[in-house]
Nanobody, 121 residues
Framework: QVQLVESGGGLVQPGGSLRLSCTASGTISSINYMGWDRQALGKRRELVATITSGGLTNYADSVRGRFTISRDNGKNTVYLEMNGLKPEDTAVYYC???????????????WGQGTQVTVSS
């Protein structure tokens, strides 16, 4: 069994910062990438950022230059540092990962339950 636990969401004023964390636990053999999606009310879920085990990163155009994704491979943890937050960043943020479970040959995708980020004055 695999579990992703997120933390760090909350309410912040425009221009403020937040740091999200997500740790994967369970019978994990190896992790390919970890990342974050988000879904605003009434909108489709969208990719925010991903990072591979080798440290290659990918960002949505809307967050590039403001958000930074990083990873601690030893702790199976991914972070999202969010600066210069805007009201349009308001959404539920979901951690996601592609990993291989111990004893399994194939890769599988997993998502966390989500953490709310609200940017408002």
């Amino acid at each position: 069994q695999v579990q992703l636990v997120e933390s760090g969401g909350g309410l912040v004023q425009p221009g403020g910062s937040l740091r999200l964390s997500c740790t994967a636990s369970g019978t994990i053999s190896s992790i390919n990438y970890m990342g974050w999606d988000r879904q605003a009310l009434g909108k489709r879920r969208e990719l925010v950022a991903t990072i591979t085990s080798g440290g290659l990163t990918n960002y949505a155009d809307s967050v590039r230059g403001r958000f930074t994704i990083s990873r601690d491979n030893g702790k199976n943890t991914v972070y999202l540092e969010m600066n210069g937050l805007k009201p349009e960043d308001t959404a539920v943020y979901y951690c996601n990962t592609r990993l291989r479970r111990t004893g399994w040959a194939h890769w599988s995708d997993y998502w966390g339950q989500g953490t709310q980020v609200t940017v408002s004055s």
